[in-house]
């Protein structure tokens, strides 16, 4: 079987990076053409502002600590960093997004 490394992946990695890029570049492109964007339900509140950064500055610290191996958590480094991650996904649900007006 032919191999063909770049940067250290094989091609099959590149095909697939490929491939993703592509479909976000088509959906962001034809979501653009659609209209103007409003605020559903209303705008984000500072409280909604400040819960963002909130998530966000614990999120960059369990991945820092995941990832450079600092163990501040004794062991439970991986686990925090997936549920600050789905803490994120159940709070980022509920807070109010764009919609496109036609």
Known sequence: MLSCMF????ASTWAF???ILLVAVR???LRRK?????????PP???DRIIAGVWLAVLLL???NFYADWYMFHGYDKPLLAGVG?????IF????GVRHTQ
């Open 17 to 19: 990076a490929a491939i």
């Open 45 to 47: 509140t500072t409280r």
């Open 7 to 10: 940067l250290g992946l094989d």
């Open 93 to 96: 649900a509920r807070m109010p």
């Open 86 to 90: 789905f803490l994120g996904l159940l």
């Open 27 to 29: 959906y962001f492109v």
């Open 62 to 64: 369990a991945a820092v």
């Open 34 to 42: 659609r209209g103007p964007l409003e605020w559903d339900p209303h």
